[in-house]
T-cell receptor, first 116, second 114 residues
Framework: SQTIHQWPATLVQPVGSPLSLECTVE??????LYWYRQAAGRGLQLLFY??????ISSEVPQNLSASRPQDRQFILSSKKLLLSDSGFYLC???????????????FGPGTRLTVL | DAKTTQPTSMDCAEGRAANLPCNHS???????VYWYRQIHSQGPQYIIH???NNETNEMASLIITEDRKSSTLILPHATLRDTAVYYC???????????????FGQGTILTVHP
C-alpha cells in the first residue's frame, strides 16, 4: 500500500531564516505531487504541483519554491521566511492519470510552521 | 469547479448513523463529488467519491440524487473518532499529465458525542 511522509511535524522559525520541508511517497511510481498550505481558519491553497522529476508548476506567486529531485520526493523551500508564511503545509500525491480514471489526492500528516 | 454548500455544524450520537448533506446545484456532467475529512491538526483524509451512482466503501456511503444537485455522506455507525470537519468537493478529474486542484470550503463540523 502507499504511504506518504512529511517532516518535520512542527517547526518554529524566525523571520528571515531559510526553510526546507520534505515529503516522500512510498509504494507507487510516477505520482503527481502537490504542496498545499492551510492558514488558520481558512481552506486549502494549492502552492505547487509536479507531474515528474524536475517539473514544477506554481499556482501563486510567493516567497516559496519547490523541487522534485527524485520521483517520490518533493521539497518545499524558502530562502527567507516571512511572518505570513506561517501555516499548516500539506503534501499530497495522486496517481498519474491515464485518461478516464480518477485522480484522488491523498494527503500526508502535514507540517505546522510558525514564523516568529 | 462547482460550488458546494454544507451546514456549518452537526451533532450525532455515538453508534448512530451520521448523515451529512451537501448541495451542488451547479454541478456539471463531468464533475465528481468527493468527500474528505480533517481531524484536528491532521492532514485531510479521503473518504469516498462518485459521479452519479451511489457508492459504498469500508468508511462510508455516498448517496447522490438523480439530478445530481445534492448528495449525502453516510457514516453508518459513528464513533467518537469520527469527530472531524467534513468537506464536500465537486471537481473534474484530471486527464493525462494534467492535474486537478482541490478546493476546500468551510465544511461541516461533525461532533459525535457519547
Amino acid at each position: 500500500s502507499q504511504t506518504i511522509h512529511q517532516w518535520p511535524a512542527t517547526l518554529v522559525q524566525p523571520v528571515g531564516s531559510p526553510l526546507s520541508l520534505e515529503c516522500t511517497v512510498e509504494g507507487t511510481s510516477n505520482p503527481n505531487l502537490y504542496w498545499y498550505r492551510q492558514a488558520a481558519g481558512r481552506g486549502l491553497q494549492l502552492l505547487f504541483y509536479s507531474v515528474g522529476i524536475g517539473q514544477i508548476s506554481s499556482e501563486v506567486p510567493q516567497n516559496l519554491s519547490a523541487s522534485r529531485p527524485q520521483d517520490r520526493q518533493f521539497i518545499l523551500s524558502s530562502k527567507k521566511l516571512l511572518l505570513s508564511d506561517s501555516g499548516f503545509y500539506l503534501c499530497a500525491w495522486s496517481l498519474r492519470n491515464r485518461g478516464g480514471s480518477t485522480d484522488t489526492q491523498y494527503f500526508g500528516p502535514g507540517t505546522r510552521l510558525t514564523v516568529l | 469547479d462547482a460550488k458546494t454548500t454544507q451546514p456549518t455544524s452537526m451533532d450525532c450520537a455515538e453508534g448512530r448513523a451520521a448523515n451529512l448533506p451537501c448541495n451542488h446545484s451547479t454541478i456539471s456532467g463531468n464533475e465528481y463529488v468527493y468527500w474528505y475529512r480533517q481531524i484536528h491538526s491532521q492532514g485531510p483524509q479521503y473518504i469516498i467519491h462518485g459521479l452519479k451512482n451511489n457508492e459504498t466503501n469500508e468508511m462510508a456511503s455516498l448517496i447522490i440524487t438523480e439530478d445530481r444537485k445534492s448528495s449525502t455522506l453516510i457514516l453508518p455507525h459513528a464513533t467518537l473518532r469520527d469527530t472531524a470537519v467534513y468537506y464536500c468537493i465537486v471537481r473534474v478529474n484530471a486527464g493525462g499529465t494534467s492535474y486537478g486542484k482541490l478546493t476546500f470550503g468551510q465544511g461541516t463540523i461533525l461532533t459525535v458525542h457519547p
